[in-house]
């Protein structure tokens, strides 16, 4: 069973920055499929930013030129560097991990973290 971790969340103030962290427990599925997603109260969940099979990055419109996306295969970790927080960023952030198929990642992400809390105020 494929378990995450994330952490780094917390409370800012707006204009400031996190840095959150995903690390892997227990067994680690390898696949390079693997994001940030946050989910505001009331709102649906959302795609922040990931990498797709051939390494590429995607963000979301929103995050773009503020939140960075990284990974570190020697440990396993994922991180997103949140720079120039604004309000509208509070959520639970969510990072998740889903095989290939093929060329392609698997739709919908098949393993998910437990989530950490960003606040901006």
């Known amino acids: 069973h494929v378990q995450l971790v994330e952490s780094g969340g917390g409370s800012v103030q707006a204009g400031g920055s996190l840095r959150l962290s995903c690390a892997p427990s227990?067994?680690?599925?390898?696949?390079?499929?693997m994001g940030w997603f946050r989910q505001a109260p009331g709102k649906e969940r959302e795609g922040v930013a990931a990498?797709?099979?051939?390494?590429?990055?995607i963000y979301a419109d929103a995050v773009k030129g503020r939140f960075t996306i990284s990974k570190d295969d020697a440990n396993n970790t994922l991180y997103l560097q949140m720079d120039s927080l604004k309000f509208e960023d509070t959520a639970m952030y969510y990072c998740?991990?889903?095989?290939?198929?093929?060329?392609?990642?698997?739709?919908?992400?098949?393993?998910w973290g437990q989530g950490t809390q960003v606040t901006v105020s």
């Open positions: 998740a991990l889903t095989p290939m198929e093929g060329s392609t990642c698997v739709r919908p992400y098949k393993f």
């Open positions: 990498f797709d099979t051939d390494g590429t990055i």
């Open positions: 227990g067994y680690y599925y390898v696949s390079p499929c």
